[in-house]
């Protein structure tokens, strides 16, 4: 297995491997670039079918979550785990320990958050080891209830303020009074997107591979069910991907009507292309890593003491953010995408300018 020569493989500034015999865990930690702040990211569990697999994963999205954090203006750097094994059997206290004493080791250079197939009270458990740990903590919540370090409630708002600053920029609508936007996938964030976009007067489309989600969606706010196979190419304003990611790839592309897409899924462009033929349809599209980015915000402010309202405002300049991405793309001609990962590199990179 390469590492340097690894497709993945982008200035990582360190790649840690981490194997316990006793508990069975095996671990990868990927820090990609800490310029300008430690490296915060999820610790994802999951059953890789090969060693290669994961270490694809981690490369891959620890470098995703520099981009994110540089983005969104905080003091943070780029990392990522993931431990390898199914978390619904080989998930154990003593394993999750053992990961808690690999992070400390560390040093502070990676911060572990929650991810898919672990969870805060996993967290918890290595953070009896660690104080690298972070998501944890009881607080108050950007909407207000108490929270237990999830950071969806936070993502959702955030992705609504994205989604109001897009429809401004593309379609001149201050409201979102009538306008018709689909949600698909109402889980944690896509549901709570939902509650404001109804709350703003939207009309809503919603689709789930869980029916009992779409029918407390259609109970809960009004909106219409859709097949799943119909939801990305409806007829409505704006398309909220809430769910997974490569929906914007070469055979849904041609499909869509939406002039908007706006949603908090990550990684929705299945190849770099499939932004600039975004761009050739004349659809607006919301750069995930900058729509999305209200969960990091959120987790970055509980590491640096936690100011309900500093948060908040924070938060919100993501439509200060998507305002300038959407600028330079119609001065430039450049699609969202690529502005938005040229105004992340700028970021981090002067940073490795300033320090060098
Ligand atoms: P979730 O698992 O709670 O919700 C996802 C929902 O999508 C579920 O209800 C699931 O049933 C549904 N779904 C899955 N496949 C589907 C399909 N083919 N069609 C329609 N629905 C489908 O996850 P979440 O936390 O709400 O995250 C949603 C997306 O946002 C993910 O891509 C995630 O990576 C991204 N994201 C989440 C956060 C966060 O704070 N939770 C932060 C940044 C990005």
């Known amino acids: 297995m390469s590492v340097f020569s690894h497709h993945e493989f982008d200035k990582h500034q360190q790649v840690h491997f981490f194997c316990d015999d006793k508990t ?6 990927a820090i990609h670039n800490t310029n300008l702040g430690p490296a915060l990211g999820g ?29 969104a203006n905080i003091g943070l750097g780029g990392g990522k ?15 999750l320990e053992m990961m808690g004493r690999c992070l ?14 672990t969870s805060v009270a996993d967290l918890k458990v290595m953070g009896r080891h660690t104080k690298y740990v972070a998501g944890v ?7 207000g209830k108490p929270c237990n370090g999830d950071p969806s409630p936070a993502t959702a708002y955030g992705t609504f303020i994205g989604l109001k600053a897009a429809v ?13 936007v689909a949600v698909q996938g109402v889980g944690n964030v896509g549901f709570r997107l939902a509650e404001q976009l109804q709350a703003a007067g939207a009309e809503l489309y919603v689709s789930d ?8 969606a259609v109970n809960e706010l009004g909106a219409t069910a859709v097949d799943g196979k119909d939801i990305l190419s409806l007829d409505v304003d704006v398309l909220a991907p809430c769910a997974l990611g490569a929906v914007l790839n070469d055979n849904t592309i041609p499909e869509l009507k939406a002039a908007v897409i706006a949603g908090a899924a990550n990684n929705q462009l299945a190849a770099a292309h499939n932004d600039q033929m975004l761009k050739n349809k004349g659809i607006l599209y919301t750069p995930d890593f900058v729509i999305n980015a209200g969960g990091i915000i959120d987790v970055y402010y509980e590491q640096s003491g936690h100011q309900h309202e500093n948060v908040r405002n924070h938060i ?41």
């Open 43 to 71: 610790c994802r569990m999951w059953q890789y079918n090969s060693d290669e697999e994961a270490l694809n994963d981690v490369l891959r999205l620890s470098k995703g979550m520099t981009y994110k954090s540089a983005v």
């Open 104 to 117: 400390e080791t560390l040093g502070g250079s990676y911060i572990a958050a929650e991810d898919s197939g």
């Open 316 to 356: 919100e300049s993501i439509a200060d953010t998507l305002d300038e991405i959407f600028q330079r793309s119609d001065a430039d001609g450049q699609p969202t995408g690529e502005v938005a990962n040229r105004i992340a590199e700028e970021r981090f990179m002067r940073e490795t300018l300033v320090s060098a």
């Open 168 to 180: 401004k920029h593309r379609l001149g609508a201050s409201s979102l009074a009538g306008l018709k």
């Open 81 to 95: 785990s993931v431990i390898i094994g199914d978390p619904r059997k080989h998930k154990t206290e003593a394993m």
């Open 209 to 216: 591979i869980h029916a009992e989600s779409v029918e407390r």
């Open 24 to 29: 069975g865990l095996k671990a990868i930690v």
């Open 137 to 143: 903590t009881e607080r108050t919540g950007i909407d």
